[in-house]
């Protein structure tokens, strides 16, 4: 993956992701699984989520094509949908990549009719610049009960394809 400091890069192209793009999101999300800031996915659940998924891409002078963002929304019901998979690239993070994708994501839960958007995630001052809160104006609250560790579920999901 390209450094973004050294080579130079055309406009940065957001768009909704296709299956062809499935590759490249492996590469921008794996470095977040390895930290265990993303959950780990299957091929399966990825491609099950790129129907309602963005890309920011970039071309950069040399003519490769990268994937420097992505994010899904993953709609349940008409009530609920949630963020899924947000991932910058560290080198593109700060320029309103984040933001753009999720404002796709939370347009195209609209268009399906869908009454609340929610997303569990460390970046929450993002969140909440758009309009996300820990609570709906009606006082409803997500409360969770784990049944599981994280340490637990990678553990299961070692041997699974990423």
């Not at 040399?62 to 899924?84: C, H, M, P, T």
């Not at 993002?126 to 990678?154: H, I, N, V, W």
Request: glycine share 8%.
């Amino acid at each position: 993956m390209s450094n973004g400091a050294t080579d130079s890069v055309e406009a940065i192209e957001v768009r909704a992701a296709t299956l062809d793009d499935l590759p490249k999101i492996y590469d921008l999300l794996r470095p977040y699984v390895t930290a265990r800031k993303l959950l780990k996915r299957t091929r399966n659940e990825l491609i099950g989520l790129i129907g309602n998924g963005f890309v920011a891409v970039i071309d950069h002078t040399n003519g490769d094509r990268e994937v420097i963002g992505f994010a899904a929304v993953e709609i349940y019901s008409r009530k609920l949908a949630e963020i899924q998979c947000l991932a910058v690239n560290g080198n593109f993070q700060g320029r309103g990549i984040g933001s753009h994708l999720v404002k796709l994501c939370i347009e195209r839960a609209k268009d399906h009719g869908v009454l609340e958007v929610m997303a569990i995630s460390a970046s929450e001052s993002m969140f909440r610049t758009l309009g996300f809160d820990y609570s709906l104006p009606d006082q409803k609250k997500a409360l969770f009960c784990q049944l599981k560790t994280r340490e637990e579920l990678y553990d299961e999901l070692a041997d699974e394809e990423f």
